[in-house]
């Protein structure tokens, strides 16, 4: 493979895009005229709107249509594919993986601001620069700063960790061997070791999109509430944790749909044909509500005030596609159904340095593993996640490189004899006969597990209860809004807590990742930190994509099982409905942003509304 083409996952570590796309009807013609607005809704509120800060799903997907990162994946392409964005060509990749130099196309500008005093401002290799070492700088407490370290890049955390030591400000003029501006359009950036993956990062706009430095200063510490990017929207207005409405930047690029998806995907192909020589966006705005409580999104779907519904909550999947089909009183209206897997694992966390569920010794080890053995999964995804999950076997998920579908381990084993047995012979036992369990120095057992306030994490809730009832572990709950847990998690305060994980890229590096120790605070909520675990983290991450890789990555997920750090349920299965007024809607779980590529009929849309449905 010449040194200048990036690495490419698996054939297999991807789904055939014709199984992930929806049936959408195809229009001989373009869609009626009128504003074309594209209307749908988040489960969870953004946590803010600043690159160097989020690491939420849902404040990345809005991020990612306001910032522009140099690189992107296609949207239709199978398997997945790596394109330039704002770079004129993919990156020139040498020293073994150590040297990635980007040209950035001229004439690209960022959306309108105050900040730039009624100029013009144009993209220019600078803004990338400055962006990538925002994550170094300790002011912004970056939750994506991990990524970037794990790589080394040249000099950077050395910077960073002067300016903590001699506590000063960060200093973003002083040049380092790893990152710099080599002209107007060109940065490079320079690594200690080899990193064939190394550049996925450059395809994640929500994590390395371009911010301009007049607009942080201007800012300051509000700049998570003024995003202003060079990407297909800006944000119109926004009312915190309720709605969103992004609108079209009128400063975007002219830049024309032109996507190519597999030769043997008719379907797919006449979307594309359709579409061809279209200008970006498609749409004029995007109106996103926050609504955490399933029945009413679903509600809202259904009574068309919304176009499209991702992740049909579990609870309304019997009714929504029974037995996996969509219901035939949806399919007469049109609506189409899209069904896929997420690179994505549903996990319960324990807190490595709690004095209760934390620590290395055979009897918390004990411990964590008998409460992982008393959860039920196929319950748990057979009541409260309707049948759409698949058990997990490990810390890896699948969709991504290094997931191995015969993998099998003792993850997702329910055994409550086991994990009693478990419990009597490391001494966690009723020693006062009311019924629960004491720690092995008679100290009191009570395990504090954090939710969110959501009708699937209730029903999660109840099941952890009975469960831990039956093998008379004490639990008790405490429930919060997600960014609350979230910002309380990454501080270390919280004891057990329930969260997805979903991979940006098609590797499993980022779930691994999940165990690495000096990622602790950032990717590892556990703060999980085994010298074995992490010599094999960092080994794999410098090979490239094969046996050995595979063989390294498994040993580390099998420390991980041991250890029980995370317990992992499941990889779930997600299904989004879409009303027939949306045109082009497909699902690559690479893209988080996909707006930009769907359009919609506004005549159909508004008498549809206009009925009542």
Partial sequence: MPRS??????????????????????RSALPGDGPRVLRYAFPIAESSFDPAYVTDLYSRTILEGIFDAPLEFEYLAQPIRMRPNTAAALPEIGDDFRSFTFRIKPGIFFADDPAFGGKRRELTAHDYVYSLKRHYDPRWKSGNLYILENDRILGLSELRRECIERKIPFDYEREVEGLRALDRYTFRVRLAEPKPRFVYNFTDASFLGAVAREVVEHYGDKIGEHPVGTGPFLIKSWKRSARIVLARNPNY??????????????????????????????????????????QPRWLAFLGAEQDLIESVPAEFAGVAFPN???????????????????????????????????????????????????????????IVRRGQAIPAQGPIAPMVWGYDPAFKSTMSEYNVARAKALLDLHGFVDRNGDGWRERPDGRALTIEYHSQPDQVSRALVELWQKNMNAIGVRMEFRTAKWPENLKASRAGKLMMWGVGWVAGQPDGDTFLALGYGPNKGQANHSRFDLPEFNRLYVQQRGLPDGPERQRLMTDAARLMIAYMPYKVHVHRLFTDLVHPWVLGYHRNIFVRAFWRYVDVDPSLQQGRAGAGA
């Fill in 324 to 382: 996996n089909r969509l219901a035939p009183n949806l399919a007469k209206q049109g609506i189409a159904m899209t069904r896929y897997p997420r690179a994505d694992v549903a996990v319960s966390y324990f807190a490595m340095e709690n004095e209760v569920v934390g620590g290395y010794t055979p009897a918390q080890v004990a411990l964590r593993r008998a409460i992982s053995l008393a959860v039920d999964v196929e319950r748990e995804i057979r």
């Fill in 5 to 26: 083409t990036p690495p490419r996952p698996r054939r297999r570590a991807v789904l055939g895009a014709a199984a992930l796309v929806a049936a959408t009807p195809l």
């Fill in 253 to 294: 690029r002219d830049r024309r749909y032109d996507e190519h998806p597999p030769a043997s995907d008719a379907r797919l192909q006449a979307v594309a044909q359709q579409l061809r020589g279209r200008r970006l966006p498609l749409v004029d705005e995007v109106h996103i509500a926050v609504i955490e409580e399933a």
